[in-house]
């Protein structure tokens, strides 16, 4: 199994897709998936569109960057969004039981250094500025080839198997659309997964606490272009403000009842060093323990946006680009994982905190909602660098104690009834 899942997870790592984009791992997975007898649905058929956040890509550019990179042409053009659902009936009355994971890249550029694996083996990166840091390679390698073993076992099976694999995870904007598109409504049990994140090869966190609601945000500031040494009274200054904004927004007291964070990713304004700047652009995110604490942080960014607006004389848009809450496994659906796991030798740890945000709260919530049960689990995995960092790389390893436990869970909880017998 080790090779398989190397072998995919290396082919995606070169090939990383940011969120939006990932046209060519979603059209790879939809194919091999096909293959093995799996009904495929692309996004357009499984997001919710009016729910989407944050996509603002050059769609004709990404596909033709995905075809020059191998990405099967019929599967590339059946679809805008990009994503998948992959479903298995076995025909037999049964539990619907899921696994969500997500396929997208992150915008950095991967490092050349002696001690990077990656690189020292030939997978590294051929995308600029685009690297697979955060793990998104495995957890699609991991999904996929559970997918293909699955399929083997499904004539003793009973039930239906349902595999998300998730777009635009980064920056928390693919999740919410997948939930509100629907197809997890009839799900039993849905599992979600991430490698390593404060866990060694060979842990597994069956209970992760301290998920953070977030809210990620861009601010556009609209002023009055003016010539600087002739009449700079005429404008109205758009990256005065916006640097206003960052300054208040960055002293916003933290809150007494939990932990609370912002940061200002971005800003970039003006156009000429002797133009009053008439526009500017800021990208920030808030988070926060729970949904109200992170509602505090985002309630007074508003008021420090409209506030620096209004003393600069300029307008103000401010867009929400994704948004992530907290998240708690069903208490019965750990015990069965904390079984599974003890059987097949890994050191489970109830409850550690995960301390960042993961839009799959969505769809976990809804199932958790409609009576179904729901989980995220750690899969330990030893680390080269940290998450999101240019020198990541994991245990290539824990892949297959991560497969071979979902593997478990799936045909456990798809076994046939036992036959009663006079």
């Not at 083997?152 to 635009?168: D, N, S, V, Y």
């Not at 009839?186 to 599992?191: A, E, F, T």
């Not at 496994?329 to 995960?354: E, M, Y």
Request: proline share 4%; charged share 20%.
């Amino acid at each position: 199994m080790l090779e398989q899942l190397r072998r995919w997870r290396r082919d995606f790592h070169q090939y990383p897709e940011p969120g939006w984009c990932e046209y060519r791992t979603t059209s790879l997975i939809a194919a091999e998936l096909s293959a093995c007898g799996y009904q495929i649905l692309l996004g357009d058929q499984v997001l919710s569109a009016a729910a989407v956040m944050g996509r603002q890509i050059d769609e004709p550019k990404e596909k033709a960057r995905a075809a020059a990179q191998g990405a099967p042409q019929a599967w590339l053009e059946a679809s805008s969004l990009t994503g998948l659902m992959a479903v298995l009936d076995t025909g037999r009355p049964g539990p619907c039981v899921a696994l969500r994971v997500d396929l997208d890249a992150v915008k950095v550029q991967e490092s050349q250094g002696a001690q990077h694996q990656p690189d020292q083996q030939g997978f590294a990166s051929v995308n600029a500025q685009c690297m697979h840091a955060c793990g998104h390679d495995g957890h699609a390698a991991m999904g996929l080839v559970l997918g293909q073993l699955l399929a083997q076992q499904h004539e003793r099976l009973c039930g239906k198997i349902k595999l998300f694999f998730q777009p635009a995870e980064e920056g928390c904007r693919g999740g919410k659309a997948m939930a509100q598109g629907g197809q997890v409504d009839d799900v039993d049990i849905l599992y979600a997964i991430h490698l390593g994140i404060h866990a060694a090869s060979g842990e597994l966190v069956v209970s992760p606490t301290g998920f953070l609601s977030s809210t990620k945000f861009d601010v556009e500031f609209h002023g009055t272009p003016a010539h600087a040494g002739l009449e700079p009274n005429a404008g109205a200054n758009a990256l005065a403000a916006a640097c206003q904004a960052v300054s208040q927004m960055l002293g916003i007291p933290r809150h007494r009842d939990g932990l609370t964070r912002l940061n200002i990713g971005t800003l970039n304004a003006g156009a000429e060093r002797n133009v009053i700047p008439s526009f500017a652009l800021l990208e920030g995110e808030t988070r926060g323990a729970s949904a109200e604490l992170n509602d505090y942080m985002f309630s007074r960014v508003q008021q420090i946006v409209d506030g620096c607006a209004r003393s600069y004389g300029v307008d103000f848009r401010i867009r929400k680009q994704g948004e992530a809450i907290s998240i708690e496994n069903s208490p019965r659906l750990v015990h069965s994982v904390t079984l599974s796991a003890d059987r097949l030798g890994f050191h489970v740890i109830h409850s550690r905190p995960f301390g960042a945000s993961d839009d799959a709260g969505y769809m976990l919530e809804r199932v958790q909602k409609r009576g179904g049960e729901a989980a995220y689990l750690v899969i330990g995995a030893d680390l080269a660098a940290g998450h999101h960092h240019h020198g990541f790389d994991f245990d290539e390893t824990a892949m297959v104690k991560g497969v071979s436990l979902l593997e478990a869970l799936f045909v456990a909880a798809l076994q046939p009834p036992a036959e009663i017998t006079g």
